[in-house]
Each structure stands twice: as structure tokens, then as C-alpha cells.
């Protein structure tokens, strides 16, 4: 058997303003941009994808799972998230080399320090 990654579903109150958001965060393209799934993709043939999918309740507790990115300048990432909308999340993570930050919807998501050589 075979598999192949497809997306990660996002649920969100408003899927068009969050996928727009993520794919300004990440610098992705939209391959679907209908209310009820807003798909984006690192390019339009390239998997795998986050899709966004209007769901009636609110978020109310930490994420389950979340995704990790690592950037090549941790500070000035997330000061550009930041300034995207992004806000500063505590998840119990108390002291760590890692950001925690949340989208504008409350996803949790963490901002790595860079690869050591």
C-alpha cells in the first residue's frame, strides 16, 4: 500500500480569511478558494496542502497538533508573523528555544530556532 500526504485539515470559523492568512504567512498560492474549503499549497502541483473548513464552534483548548516551522532568522519571522496577526500563545511551554505563536483564529504553532551547521 501507498500513501501520500494530501493536507492537513483546518477548521476555522472563517476559512477564507484564515487560509488567506496562512498563505501570506507561508507565501503559498491558493488552489481552491470556494467558503466551505480553501485550499492552499506550497505551489499548485505541490503537496502537501492546508485545507480550511468552516466548522459552526469556536476553538476552546489547545491544539492537538500543530505544525512546527523553522526559519532561517527565528526573530525576525516572528516579528513578521506578528505583524501578520499573529499573537504569542502559552501552551505550558514554560522556557524553550522555540516560540509558541497563535493564527489569527487561536491555532497554536511554533516558530523553531535556526539549524545548527
Known sequence: MTLQWEQVNVDAADPVALGRWWAEALGWV????????YEIRPDEDRLPGLLFVP???GKTVKNRLHLDFRPDDQEAEVARLLALGARHADV?????????LADPEGNEFCVLGSRRP
Not at 30 to 37: G, H, L, P, R, Y
Not at 92 to 100: A, L, R
Open 30 to 37: 491558493v488552489v481552491n478558494d470556494s467558503a466551505d474549503e
Open 55 to 57: 466548522v459552526p464552534e
Open 92 to 100: 505550558g511551554q514554560g522556557d524553550q528555544p522555540w516560540v509558541v
